[in-house]
């Protein structure tokens, strides 16, 4: 596509219910981000996917998070269990790899989770 | 772990003044940096992204200088606009271990006032 999907672009959400986020990369873009970003705190890295690597999961909070990529494209973020403080707006980002001019990171839009 | 520090925290302007952004970060291992906007409410927006072999990178009223060894960056906007009003990201990028590492720093807040 033309740039990072993302969606819901808006969720809210019961304080113990599972929720789902999805991000749709640029396409051929072999690395995609997932961050998170609490009301006027700056940007969390939750994980990073590579190509086929094992992806980078260093920055998952908790076991309630996980993220999956199927077919090294879309990706979805899954919260189980949510909790108040996972309120946040969760950002996606994709870009190709390697050193060249070529490997700008392009974010979507963010999804927007509210937890009640 | 790479520190990123974005000094000041806000800025506010009168139309049409030039300023300077500033970045530093305590890894100088990296191999590009890229600056972002953030509208409220909105996504980041790519504004430039400079190589560590570049000394500068230029788009339109942005320019963006690097100097690796020291640990910083800048971002210097001619004749401010209210439409620049945003707040500003540096993002340094690293490899480690084979995957790229990218930092973000906490950002620096620029109201340009009319």
């Known amino acids: 596509g033309a740039g990072v999907s993302q969606s819901p672009s808006n969720k809210v959400t019961e304080k113990g219910k599972d929720v789902e986020l999805r991000c749709d990369p640029i396409s051929g873009h072999t690395a995609l981000y997932w961050y998170r970003q609490s009301l006027g705190q700056g940007l969390e890295f939750l994980i990073y996917?590579?190509?086929?690597?094992?992806?980078?999961k260093s920055g998952l909070p908790s076991d309630r998070f996980s993220a999956e990529r199927t077919g090294g494209s879309v990706s979805t973020l899954t919260i189980q269990r949510t909790q108040q403080e996972d309120s946040a707006v969760y950002l996606c980002?994709?870009?190709?790899?390697?050193?060249?001019?070529?490997?700008?990171?392009?974010f979507g839009e963010g999804s927007w989770l509210t937890v009640v | 772990k790479q520190e990123v520090t974005q000094i000041p925290a806000a800025l506010s302007v009168p139309e049409g003044e030039n300023l300077v952004l500033n970045c530093s970060f305590t890894?100088?291992?990296?191999?590009?940096l890229q600056w972002f906007r953030q509208d409220p409410g909105k996504g980041l927006t790519s504004l430039l992204l400079?190589?560590?072999?570049?000394r500068e990178q230029t788009s339109g009223r942005l320019n963006a200088s690097l100097d690796k060894s020291s640990g910083r960056s800048t971002l210097y906007i001619a004749a401010s606009q209210p439409g620049d009003s945003a707040t500003y990201l540096c993002?340094?990028?690293?490899?480690?271990?084979?995957?790229?590492?990218?930092?973000f720093g906490t950002g620096t807040k620029l109201q340009v006032i009319p």
């Open positions: 980002a994709s870009s190709l790899v390697g050193r060249g001019l070529g490997n700008t990171i392009y």
């Open positions: 993002a340094p990028r690293r490899d480690s271990g084979g995957y790229q590492k990218v930092t």
């Open positions: 996917f590579q190509g086929n690597s094992a992806p980078d």
């Open positions: 890894d100088s291992a990296i191999y590009n």
């Open positions: 400079i190589q560590s072999s570049q």
